[in-house]
């Protein structure tokens, strides 16, 4: 949650670049939602209850149940794409910037 948060002031800058920023998790929509409104989160969170979306990018490992933080971006240029896991998303934000830049 907190890394979140953390990445929430970057949104614009993101957005400048051609991203559109989404959140996932299997969390249910409500949750969702009351997470958007506490924290005034400037992106949408969407909602991954059978776990399609964490399992096909590596963010769900079904056989030890485990899930994991990071981010899927592509270029809507380019296509290019890159998945990252990493639990600090939020304080590696200019690490993530750099990553978006040079994709």
Do not use: C, K, W
């Not at 409104?37 to 979306?53: A, I, K, R, V, Y």
């Not at 981010?71 to 993530?96: C, K, M, Q």
Request: glycine share 8%.
């Amino acid at each position: 949650m907190s890394q979140l948060v953390e990445l929430n002031p970057y949104i614009e800058e993101i957005e400048a670049m051609g991203y559109t920023v989404y959140g996932v998790s299997p969390s249910d929509p409500q949750g969702h939602r009351m997470v958007m409104e506490g924290e005034g989160l400037d992106f949408e969170l969407l909602t991954d209850e059978q776990f399609e979306f964490g399992t096909e990018f590596g963010f769900i490992d079904m056989e030890s149940q485990a899930i994991y933080r990071g981010y899927t971006a592509v270029n809507p240029e380019t296509n290019s794409a890159v998945t990252e896991t990493d639990y600090l998303v939020g304080e590696n934000r200019d690490e993530i910037m750099e990553t978006l830049e040079d994709l």
